[in-house]
């Protein structure tokens, strides 16, 4: 928890950056089985101005962007394209979101490692985002001659995570409620009166603020916000 605070100190505060190491650096080639399907694989189209931190050679500059199909981030030099080293110790900030490859496991204790890009950070929790595609094949229709073509989508999923271990949160009032039923009356009244609205970055973190005041002022329970979740 400390270091992601003194990481975004170092994003937030250095002004002198070094060339991008090639020990960073690993060789790939442009994937193309999306080529002709309508969207695209990245978060954004265009490479851009970005910070590397690597824990042990310091902070760089380069330009990237992330590509969601095969959570990578990418590097181009001449003709040559990389990727940056997938590690813990390698973070990135890419048009202001903060990439962080985190080895977390969810609730059942199954692996879930990626790229999470840093929401709210917080002394108890924190949350991430994350991007993946909701990919639709073309269909071909023989009979009528007819042909759709492929469709890729950006999905955001937000991640309560606590030491390590995350919880989706879901984007819907009952089975947010559910994920939190031992404050449920409580957060259905702050749920009416701030007007939340599940799909809006803030309001979501607003409600998990909310969550965690509510959990820290139980002192016949624990404090965990995802205690609740792991009895169920």
Excluded: W
């Excluded at 969207?39 to 760089?60: A, F, L, N, P, W």
């Excluded at 181009?76 to 990389?82: A, G, S």
């Amino acid at each position: 928890m400390k270091k992601i605070a003194t990481i975004l100190i170092l994003f937030a505060t250095t002004s002198v950056f070094a060339q991008l190491p090639e020990s960073l650096l690993v060789p790939t080639q442009r994937a193309t089985a999306y080529d002709d399907y309508e969207g695209t694989v990245y978060s954004k189209t265009k490479y851009q101005e970005s910070s590397i931190i690597d824990e042990r050679s310091g902070t760089h500059n380069a330009k990237l962007k992330y590509n969601i199909s095969t959570d990578a981030l990418e590097y181009k030099k001449d003709e040559n394209l990389y990727h940056i080293e997938k590690q813990p110790t390698i973070h990135a900030r890419i048009d202001g979101e903060y990439f962080y490859y985190c080895n977390f496991k969810n609730p059942r204790g199954v692996d879930r490692p990626g790229y999470y890009i840093l929401v709210e950070l917080n002394d108890q929790y924190r949350i991430y985002k994350k991007y993946t595609l909701k990919i639709k094949d073309p269909i071909n229709n023989e009979v009528t001659h007819s042909h759709m073509p492929g469709e890729l989508r950006m999905i955001v999923t937000y991640y309560l995570e606590e030491n390590d271990m995350i919880l989706e949160l879901p984007m819907n009032k009952k089975e947010m409620l559910a994920s939190f039923s031992d404050k449920e009356e409580e957060l259905k009244a702050y749920l009416k009166k701030e007007k939340i609205r599940f799909r809006k970055e803030e309001d979501l973190i607003r409600l998990v603020a909310r969550y965690n005041a509510l959990k820290s002022n139980d002192t016949t329970r624990t404090r965990s916000l995802l205690s609740n979740v792991m009895r169920r």
